[in-house]
Nanobody, 113 residues
Framework: QVHLQESGGGLVQPGGSLRLSCAAS????????MGWYRQFPGKQRELVAY???????NYADSVKGRFTISRDNAKNTVYLQMNSLKFEDTAVYYC???????WGQGTQVTVSS
C-alpha cells in the first residue's frame, strides 16, 4: 500500500509561483508512474502532468511551459513547480501513483489578487 501526502498549496497572486510536493510512504516511489491532477468545483479530476519511472514527462496543454513535474527518488517525493499562475489554475491538486490508483488527499491552490 502506498500512502501519498500532498503539501505546498496555498493562496498566490496571478503570475506567482508555488511548488507542490507529494511525499510517499509505504512503498518505493521509483517503481510508480506519478501524476498530478486537479479538480475544479463540480468537475471531474483532470490530468495536469505525469512522470514515468524513467523520468519522461507529459503535460496538459493548459500548463505547458508553466508547470514542471519532477521526482526525487531518494526522498520518495514528486514535485510540481507551478509558475506564472493564472486565476484558472485555482483547484484542488492531487497526486496519484500507478499502478494501483493510489491518491493523496489533495491540496488547495487558490490564485487570487
Amino acid at each position: 500500500q502506498v500512502h501519498l501526502q500532498e503539501s505546498g498549496g496555498g493562496l498566490v497572486q496571478p503570475g506567482g509561483s508555488l511548488r507542490l510536493s507529494c511525499a510517499a510512504s509505504g512503498r518505493v516511489l521509483s517503481f510508480y508512474v506519478m501524476g498530478w491532477y486537479r479538480q475544479f468545483p463540480g468537475k471531474q479530476r483532470e490530468l495536469v502532468a505525469y512522470i514515468t519511472t524513467g523520468g519522461s514527462t507529459n503535460y496538459a496543454d493548459s500548463v505547458k511551459g508553466r508547470f514542471t513535474i519532477s521526482r526525487d527518488n531518494a526522498k520518495n517525493t514528486v514535485y510540481l513547480q507551478m509558475n506564472s499562475l493564472k486565476f484558472e489554475d485555482t483547484a484542488v491538486y492531487y497526486c496519484k501513483a500507478d499502478p494501483g490508483l493510489h491518491w493523496g488527499q489533495g491540496t488547495q491552490v487558490t490564485v487570487s489578487s
